[in-house]
């Protein structure tokens, strides 16, 4: 027995490796769960408001990101959320053969938006009428492109000659869907002796009633600097959904342009009291087949957000967000948003949407991949296929439809001139700000609870200090557009809560719009690009003199703190819009006006026969240009001045420039 025991102790032991047990269980700071409790035992005895900011900083005890979760009475979200995984991925094992399913899907998708797009996008439009006489090609504007018009003020030179014709000439347009919002002017312009901004330009116009219709006609007179597109959805001739083409006469001068209720819930068109040497009326179209005429934005839109919604359920996240991100930039592109015109019967145009498209298509796709890694990839990976579906795919889209959604909002851009001049403006920012501030405080509680605040105000903290010097350098303007918007705040939104997916959502979809119709403009600006083309960039204008001892004569002078400008020899004379003087006098007489140019004699009589008061407002408006080239070379117009004609009843402009 002893010998046993003896044999038993002369047994050497193995040796155990230490590695081979498991490590201490240590959160991401390092810190043991002991230290932690020893950590919040002494935050007790601190006082509460002291207690609370401690928390605040350093979070709490027990870091909790999870993905959204649904009521247990809801048994039907358990079987959706579970289904890409537990059926889809097993039906279907091998990825490979979901890849392959996917090509094919997506084949099948393109194919359908490829037939929408073709016949609108590719096929040149043409009208061919019932007779079987030679077709006739469709123009196709913008929204806000002029027809034979070259643009405000002078661009059309002296009388407008260099616009024409305004008489016995016929077109039949073809104008894109959105036209009831597409058509507002965003930089102000000058009518008469009003300053027009945020509103539809259409001048005078409007639907003639059913029992006042002359054969073919449909409206009355718009004057002839109007945007077509926008007065034709005014007029109620074509769709704000999906567009259409109308046919338009040249009716040449009319007298005065009165405003009247636009269709399709468009406002008021612009009243014009005075006479103009050109207009447009729409007309009838008549017996003949129209191709091409009907934007398929909607149908686009409405086929990729079904067609995606599948791939973003079933397949992996990373696919889901690219084919979607990537899906939702080219509808902004072709069809739902173009930041170019395109014409089909000049492919060039066509050519270089796509030329831009791709162009701003590569640095895009490196922001979207910094996105996924910092943010998006947290949020979707091994989160919930339902809330993808019900959260964060419809906040994509919602912010791809910028144009549709936010953009109509009665906010242009958030500088002090802007939130003046817009009606609600001032309301719609407190609105936006307390959302995106409540947005944010959510936001923040969700990072707060995974323990990941600190991080987060620090860098949110170096961004701000970032914007704050930016704003601060002299001659700049800082400017938050949307793709800057999105890109900042998403980071911010890295968690795995049911805010993470809204916020997210909405945010990339902003990015895309913003980048697909304005490409990366700059995070600061000039103040002559924050103008959009609006006076007050140019030379200052002269100052209006009347003399009351010349009555049919204008006369003006430099203001003294004027610098000289010797490409600047003249002077240009606007009335009623339109040029009617180039020279180098301070002193015009309008009787000598009237003797040189008869066409504006013409007119003049004209008026004053259709005058109820037999008398005529005259709108005039001067500025200093180069008698060479007053079109390329000249300063800012002063505001009008009104002079009644002919009883001479002068009043002076309003203060600026026009």
Not at 465 to 479: D, E, H, Q, W
């Amino acid at each position: 027995m002893q010998k046993r025991n003896n044999d038993f102790l002369d047994i050497e032991p193995e040796p155990i490796e230490l590695q081979e047990f498991p490590a201490p269980n240590l959160d991401e700071n390092k810190t043991s769960q002991v230290d932690i409790k020893e950590e919040w035992l002494l935050l007790r005895n601190k006082h509460p408001a002291k207690r609370f900011f401690i928390k605040l900083w350093k979070g709490p005890r027990e870091p909790v990101d999870l993905p959204p979760s649904f009521p247990s009475k809801w048994s039907w979200t358990a079987f959706v959320d579970s289904f890409p995984e537990q059926v889809f991925m097993k039906r279907f094992p091998n990825k490979l053969i979901r890849i392959v399913l996917l090509i094919i899907y997506c084949s099948a998708w393109y194919s359908v938006v490829f037939l929408l797009l073709h016949p609108y996008l590719i096929r040149a439009p043409y009208y061919h009428p019932a007779d079987g006489s030679e077709k006739v090609p469709i123009f196709s504007l913008s929204c806000n492109s002029y027809l034979n018009w070259e643009g405000k003020n002078n661009a059309c030179g002296l009388e407008a000659k260099d616009c024409g014709p305004f008489e016995n000439a016929e077109y039949i347009i073809r104008c894109p869907a959105l036209c009831d919002r597409g058509a507002w002017i965003y930089s102000a312009i000058t009518v008469g002796n009003n300053r027009i901004k945020y509103t539809g330009y259409e001048i005078g116009g409007g639907r003639l009633d059913s029992s006042t219709e002359n054969d073919d006609m449909l409206t009355y007179p718009y004057r002839a600097d109007s945007f077509p597109c926008g007065a034709a959805v005014h007029a109620g001739i074509v769709s704000p959904l999906y567009g259409g083409c109308a046919r338009l006469t040249s009716e040449g001068f009319q007298s005065e342009f009165p405003s009247i209720e636009g269709k399709h819930g468009t406002d008021l068109s612009i009243f014009f009291g005075s006479f103009f040497p050109g207009s447009y009326s729409f007309r009838s179209i008549k017996s003949g087949i129209l191709n091409g005429c009907y934007d398929p934005r909607a149908a686009v839109v409405t086929i990729n957000i079904l067609f995606g919604l599948p791939v973003f359920y079933l397949f992996e996240s990373i696919y889901g967000y690219w084919i979607s991100t990537i899906t939702g930039y080219w509808t902004l592109v072709l069809a739902l948003d173009p930041p170019l015109l395109t014409d089909p019967h000049d492919m060039a145009t066509v050519y270089e949407l796509f030329s831009v498209g791709f162009q701003r298509l590569l640095p895009l796709c490196f922001v979207l991949y910094v996105l996924w890694k910092c943010a998006v990839k947290r949020t979707l990976e091994n989160g919930s296929p339902l809330a993808k579906i019900l959260l964060w795919y419809p906040m994509l889209w919602l912010g791809i439809m910028n144009n549709i959604t936010f953009d109509r909002l009665p906010v242009d851009r958030l500088t002090a001139r802007d939130l003046k001049e817009q009606a609600g403006a001032l309301l719609a920012v407190s609105c936006i700000a307390g959302t995106i501030l409540t947005c944010a405080i959510i936001q923040a509680y969700s990072l707060w609870k995974s323990g990941r605040f600190r991080k987060y105000l620090k860098i949110y903290l170096l961004l701000i200090f970032g914007l704050v010097t930016l704003a601060s350098i002299p001659g700049l303007n800082l400017r938050i557009h949307h793709y800057i918007l999105g890109t900042i705040l998403v980071p911010g939104c890295a968690t795995r809560g049911s805010s993470a997916y809204l916020f997210q959502g909405i945010l990339i979809g902003l990015v895309l719009s913003g980048v697909s119709r304005w490409d990366f403009a700059s995070i600061v600006e000039t103040d002559v690009a924050l103008l959009r083309g609006e006076a007050g960039a140019l030379s200052e204008p002269p100052v209006f003199v009347f003399d009351k001892m010349h009555l049919h004569a204008l006369s003006w002078q430099l203001q003294p703190n004027v610098t000289d400008n010797d490409s600047l020899d003249g002077f240009s004379l606007l009335m009623n819009d339109f040029e009617v003087y180039v020279g180098t006098n301070y002193t015009v007489d309008i009787d000598t006006l009237l003797t040189e140019s008869p066409t504006l004699d013409n007119m003049l009589k004209q008026a004053l026969q259709e005058s109820e008061t037999d008398s005529v407002e005259l709108y005039f408006r001067v500025a200093r240009a180069s008698t060479r080239a007053p079109r390329e070379e000249r300063g800012d117009y002063t505001n009008a001045g009104t002079l009644k004609w002919p009883q001479c009843e002068w009043h002076d402009p309003l203060p600026g420039v026009s």
